[in-house]
């Protein structure tokens, strides 16, 4: 079973998310995907003052995500570097991967440039390219999730209209089969239920609540 991890950028401005890395770093079969945070940030207050395109903006922000990547693996080494869908298979099979997206999605011809396309529509686009099983988007705590309704396509809206996940992302969910969950990063007994596992959640719960905050 392959499940991807997207940690949301949120998680990454306050302190440095060590407990949670460290939670999914002992999962075989996860694939962890960075969310840009404070480095996509910069981005976009940059991209009004120097008049950039949005397609420069766009770029700008994968090679964001893949700085945060590099600072995950500095802080969590036992996740596993991945660039391709073959180094993702491989690492997912020993361990918990992380996905460094640039290699995959630079310029990619399927994937719009522009800020519709966020990290979580990246995450979800790899969900898709590597047939996985579910994808859990990891949220702040506070995030203005609405109640589970058991209806996909008006949870993800309600998504989209509070702002939770990108303008791209529902229309990009028609074409993935697996479960798609959002959960805020300080309820473990979520997360665990998320990932199929109940162990470590407390240690991070405190951590997330502390060090981060809405987005």
Do not use: Y
């Not at 207050?45 to 990547?69: F, I, K, T």
């Not at 099983?133 to 589970?148: D, E, Y």
């Amino acid at each position: 079973m392959t499940i991807i991890v997207k940690i949301g950028g949120s998680l990454t401005r306050g302190t440095a998310p060590r407990r949670l890395l460290a939670r999914l770093a002992g999962e075989p079969g996860l694939v962890v995907v960075p969310g840009g945070g404070a480095l996509a940030d910069q981005v976009r207050a940059v991209q009004p003052q120097w008049n950039l395109s949005d397609g420069a903006a766009h770029r700008m922000a994968l090679l964001a995500m893949e700085q945060m990547a590099h600072a995950m693996a500095d802080l969590e080494p036992r996740l596993l570097p991945a660039r391709t869908l073959a180094e993702l298979t491989q690492a997912a099979a020993r361990g918990a991967a992380l996905w460094f997206p640039a290699t995959m999605t630079l310029g990619h011809a399927g994937i719009t440039e522009s800020w519709d396309v966020t990290s979580d529509s990246l995450a979800l686009w790899l969900a898709i390219e590597l047939k996985a099983n579910r994808l859990v988007l990891v949220k702040a705590p506070g995030a203005p999730l609405p109640p589970s309704s058991g209806d996909r396509v008006a949870e993800i809206a309600a998504w989209s209209a509070a702002g939770v996940v990108d303008a791209a992302f529902a229309t990009m969910a028609v074409r993935f089969t697996g479960d798609i969950l959002a959960v805020p990063a300080d309820d473990g007994d979520r997360l665990d239920a998320a990932l199929l596992t109940r162990a470590g959640a407390t240690e991070w719960n405190e951590e997330a609540k502390e060090g981060s905050r809405p987005s």
